[in-house]
C-alpha cells in the first residue's frame, strides 16, 4: 500500500495566471469600436456613422461646415436628438437662437417597426402591348449594368431613425438633463488684461469646465456605476454674433481666437466622457489657412455644399439630391491610420421625413426629355454645317 502523499489537499503555488480581458465601460447609448476599441456614440444618422467609422468617438470633436446653414443645423438636432432618446446629458450653445428654442425642434423618433426598410415591390404585370415594350427596351438596354448601391449602411444598426416633419413630444423632452449657454444672457466685461479670446469664448470654456467636473464626467472621478455622457452642441461658432471678428474684418484682432478655444475644448473632452458637435459658417471666413487651421483641431471634419442656388439646382442630372457632402478628416485614435471611406463622391438629400447620405450615382443616360433636347441640337448643328458646306463648296476642310 502506498504511502500518503504529504501534499494532497493543498493548493499548489504558481506563478502563472489567466489573462482577462480589460472590462470596458458600459454606457447605454454607446459601444465599442471594432478597430481601435474606442467607445462610440450615434449622431442620430446612421449614414454618417458609417462614414465616421462606426459612430463619433468619446472624446472627439465633429466640425460641420455649411454656407448656408440649413442643413448642418439639421445634423446639429439629430445629434441632439439622439441624446435625449439614449439619456444622455446635453449641453447647448447658441449666440443667435435660444437653446431652449432648438431643444423644441428636435426631430421625433421613429418606431422600431416603421424604420425597418421595406422590400421592393415586385413590378405589376401591364395589359398594354406599348408598356411592356418599354420595359423590355429598358431591360435590354441595362440589363448588364452592375447595380450600385448607394445606400451607406453597416451590417449591424447603431442610432434610431427619426421624423424630421414631427417635433419630439414634449414628455420625452423633458425627461433629458439639460445644460444651455446663451450668449445674450453673458454680458461681455471690458477686461483691462491682453486676452487671446473674446469674452463669450471664455465664458463657454469655463461653463463646460464646471459642468464637466460638477456632473461627474471627469475621468480622474471615482468610476460609478451610473456613468453617462454628455453631448455638447456648439453652434455657429466663428459669427459675429459670439463676438469674434473673423468674418468682419481682413486683418482681425483676434484671429486666433477660435482656434485657442478649439485647443481649450479638445483637452476637456480628451479627459472626460463627453463628445462635441460645432458648426462653422465657413462662407464668412475668407482667410483659407485659417479655416485649415481650424479643420485640423477638429477630430472629425465633413463639409457640406447645398445646390441651393447654384446651377446644379436646377441640373437633372442632380434631381434626386439637394448637395454634395465632402469628409475633410477622420480622426486615427489608438491606431496609426484611420480607416478613410471607400468613396469619395457622396451627396445627402432630405426627403419627406429623413435626412440621409449616399454615394453620388448619376443615372447612365438622361431623361426623354433631355434627350429630345439634345437630339434638337444636334440636328441644328448639322444643318448649320451644311449649309455652311453648300456656301464653301470648294473647300475640302471647313474649321469651327
Request: hydrophobic letters at 35%; one cysteine or more.
Amino acid at each position: 500500500m502506498a504511502a500518503p502523499m504529504s501534499g494532497v489537499g493543498k493548493p499548489s503555488v504558481t506563478s502563472f495566471q489567466k489573462k482577462t480581458r480589460s472590462k470596458l465601460i458600459s454606457i447605454a447609448g454607446t459601444r465599442p469600436s471594432v478597430q481601435n476599441g474606442q467607445l462610440l456614440v450615434s449622431t442620430g444618422v446612421t449614414s454618417l456613422d458609417y462614414l465616421l467609422g462606426g459612430g463619433l468617438a468619446v472624446g472627439t470633436v465633429l466640425l460641420i461646415e455649411d454656407r448656408y446653414d440649413s442643413y448642418s443645423r439639421m445634423i446639429f438636432k439629430y445629434f441632439l436628438a439622439e441624446g435625449v432618446v439614449c439619456r444622455h446629458e446635453l449641453f447647448v450653445a447658441a449666440a443667435q437662437d435660444n437653446p431652449d428654442d432648438i431643444l423644441q425642434e428636435l426631430p421625433a423618433p421613429i418606431l422600431d417597426d416603421i424604420a425597418i426598410h421595406k422590400p421592393a415591390e415586385q413590378p405589376r404585370l401591364s395589359s398594354e402591348p406599348q408598356e411592356s415594350l418599354d420595359a423590355m427596351k429598358i431591360a435590354w438596354r441595362y440589363q448588364n449594368l452592375p447595380k450600385v448601391q448607394s445606400a451607406l449602411a453597416s451590417s449591424c444598426r447603431f442610432g434610431h431613425y427619426y421624423d424630421v416633419s414631427k417635433t419630439m413630444e414634449p414628455e420625452i423632452r423633458q425627461a433629458a438633463k439639460f445644460h444651455r449657454f446663451y450668449v445674450p444672457e453673458h454680458p461681455t466685461q471690458s477686461s483691462s488684461t491682453h486676452s487671446t479670446m473674446p469674452e463669450s469664448y471664455s465664458a463657454l470654456l469655463k461653463s463646460l469646465q464646471e459642468v464637466i467636473h460638477r456632473e461627474g464626467f471627469d475621468l480622474a472621478a471615482p468610476m460609478s456605476n451610473s456613468r453617462n455622457i454628455l453631448r455638447i452642441g456648439l453652434h455657429s461658432l466663428g459669427s459675429a454674433l459670439w463676438g469674434d471678428d473673423l468674418c468682419c474684418h481682413d486683418n482681425p484682432k483676434n484671429g486666433h481666437s477660435l482656434t485657442t478655444f478649439l485647443y481649450g475644448l479638445r483637452a476637456l473632452l480628451r479627459s472626460s466622457l463627453s463628445v462635441a458637435v460645432v458648426t462653422v459658417p465657413s462662407h464668412l471666413i475668407q482667410d483659407r489657412a485659417l479655416m485649415g487651421s481650424i479643420t485640423r483641431l477638429c477630430d472629425n471634419a465633413i463639409a457640406l455644399e447645398s445646390f441651393k442656388g447654384s446651377e446644379r439646382e436646377t441640373n437633372p442630372l442632380y434631381k434626386d439630391y439637394h448637395g454634395l457632402l465632402y469628409v475633410r478628416q477622420i480622426p486615427h485614435l489608438n491606431c496609426l491610420a484611420s480607416k478613410l471611406p471607400d468613396h469619395k463622391d457622396l451627396a445627402f438629400k432630405l426627403k419627406r421625413k429623413q435626412f440621409t447620405i449616399e454615394r453620388l450615382h448619376l443615372p447612365p443616360d438622361l431623361s426623354e426629355t433631355v434627350s429630345r433636347v439634345s437630339r434638337g441640337e444636334l440636328s441644328g448643328a448639322a444643318a448649320v454645317a451644311s449649309a455652311c458646306g453648300s456656301g464653301t463648296s470648294g473647300n475640302k476642310h471647313l474649321d469651327f
